[in-house]
């Protein structure tokens, strides 16, 4: 049983190219969620996507990020025109339902490494 | 808004030494608490859970008990080993709200042999 499945691992742009992260969830989750963690920092939400659907984007930086789950294929963050205080690890969440039970945990995968030179 | 509070790291133990690692949060009503832990390289996984007022969650000989009156979820474990070094999230899932988890800043425990 697969869990969540995020690539690349490691990922590095110059400052002005697109980054493009993946993220395949776990089978059966239809619930998919993506935080960055800055070093030395706690993981900040970006956003919830279910399939086709964006639920909760109020972690989003309003300018150069934009987030899909189509109705097949992987979770995509897309980051235009990076800039270096995008370097972070980015993770990628999901779960079978949505979050309307406080009490269920989400599964993450291993992360994105993005570097920006 | 909510947040978490976690004690500042890292913190260096010899094997077989007792850890606590303190957690507070800030929230309105009951929220349900969460400790999360991620070895290097890989994503969070769940430790433990505790969703009400004097509830004790634990896993793998780590325990933690929400004591609603300190607003606390202190982590703790009688007896580290090596492979427990890693860093450890403390998160609060809020009831009646968006239901996205607020973690706080991590905790990197080093278990020396």
């Known amino acids: 049983n697969a869990g969540v499945m995020q690539n690349p691992r490691h990922l590095v742009r110059r400052r002005g190219q697109e980054a493009r992260l993946r993220c395949s969830p776990m089978?059966?989750?239809?619930?998919v969620y993506w935080y960055r963690q800055l070093p030395e920092e706690g993981l900040k939400f970006m956003v919830y996507?279910?399939?086709?659907?964006?639920?909760?984007e109020s972690g989003m930086p309003k300018e150069r990020f934009s987030a899909e789950f189509p109705k097949e294929g992987p979770s995509i963050l897309r980051i235009q025109q990076v800039v270096r205080g995008d370097s972070a690890a980015y993770f990628c969440?999901?779960?079978?339902?949505?979050?309307?039970?406080?009490?269920?945990?989400?599964?993450f995968g291993d992360g994105t490494r993005l570097s920006i030179l | 808004g909510n947040s978490v509070t976690q004690m500042e790291g890292p913190v260096t133990l010899s094997e077989e030494a007792f850890l606590t690692i303190n957690c507070t949060y800030t929230a309105t009503g009951y929220p349900s608490l969460f400790w999360y832990v991620q070895y290097p390289g890989e994503g969070l996984q769940l430790l433990l859970k505790a969703t009400k007022a004097d509830d004790k969650g634990s896993n793998k000989g780590f325990e933690a008990t929400y004591r609603k009156e300190t607003t606390s979820f202190h982590l703790e474990k009688g007896s580290v080993q090596v492979s427990d070094s890693a860093v450890y999230f403390c998160a609060l899932i809020q009831s009646g709200g968006s239901y996205i988890p607020t973690f706080g800043r991590g905790t990197s425990l080093i278990v020396h042999p």
């Open positions: 996507l279910q399939k086709e659907n964006i639920i909760d």
């Open positions: 089978k059966g989750h239809s619930h």
């Open positions: 969440a999901s779960s079978p339902y949505g979050l309307s039970n406080s009490n269920q945990p989400q599964h």
